[in-house]
């Protein structure tokens, strides 16, 4: 696997330095894309195992985001596989971070995106539209909210609120 460039500031160092600010994601995640490390201001979607809409959001320009997709922790069918991710890398989102799993490693692997996920499931989603999006997301004691700072490398997820005022 790749880095996605060298001014990439480690989470622990980020930990280290906004200790009292910053949020660590206790969720065990999988580096599953070609990036190890990535970052960017963060999109969210929300669905139980529906990713129509989310085929949506990654047609859109990324400029740079992370798309953090929380489907609640479920292991039954894949939120995202190599066509949806090989999308979202043509159109500039950093990565995905998804409280689910995913499918199609070996393409995601070798795609020019950070993807973090639980695990794997070769099911596919359902498609009946449902979800939200821009909506504050938690999972593993982090809050993830939109416009906000995500840090992924090998040692975890880091969110730091964007500074006020």
Same mark, same amino acid.
């Given at each position: 696997?790749?880095?996605?460039?060298?001014?990439?500031?480690?989470?622990?160092?980020?930990?280290?330095q906004y200790e009292d600010s910053i949020q660590?994601?206790?969720?065990?995640?999988?580096?599953?894309?070609?990036?190890?490390?990535?970052?960017?201001?963060?999109?969210?979607? !929300? %669905?139980?195992? &529906?990713? $129509?809409?989310?085929?949506?959001?990654?047609? +859109?320009? =990324?400029?740079?985001?992370?798309?953090?997709?929380?489907?609640?922790?479920?292991?039954?069918?894949?939120?995202?596989?190599?066509?949806?991710?090989?999308?979202?890398?043509?159109?500039?989102?950093?990565?995905?971070?998804?409280?689910?799993?995913?499918?199609?490693?070996?393409?995601?692997?070798?795609?020019?995106?950070?993807?973090?996920?639980?695990?794997?499931?070769?099911? !596919? %989603?359902?498609? &009946?539209? $449902?979800g939200e999006r821009d909506v504050a997301v +938690?999972? =593993?004691?982090?809050?993830?909210?939109?416009?906000?700072?995500?840090?992924?490398?090998e040692d975890g997820v880091v969110v730091l609120?964007?500074?006020?005022?």
């Open positions: 696997m790749k880095m996605a460039g060298s001014t990439h500031v480690s989470t622990t160092d980020l930990v280290d660590s994601c206790d969720v065990q995640l999988r580096d599953l894309g070609g990036f190890l490390r990535f970052s960017g201001r963060i999109a969210t979607f !929300r %669905s139980p195992v &529906d990713n $129509l809409q989310l085929k949506a959001i990654v047609e +859109e320009p =990324g400029d740079g985001r992370v798309l953090v997709v929380d489907a609640g922790g479920s292991l039954h069918a894949a939120m995202a596989g190599g066509n949806m991710v090989a999308r979202a890398a043509a159109n500039g989102w950093a990565g995905l971070v998804v409280n689910g799993v995913v499918r199609d490693t070996e393409e995601l692997a070798a795609m020019p995106i950070g993807v973090k996920a639980i695990g794997t499931n070769p099911r !596919r %989603s359902t498609k &009946d539209g $449902l +938690e999972f =593993g004691s982090v809050v993830f909210r939109p416009g906000e700072f995500l840090a992924a490398d609120a964007t500074p006020t005022g």
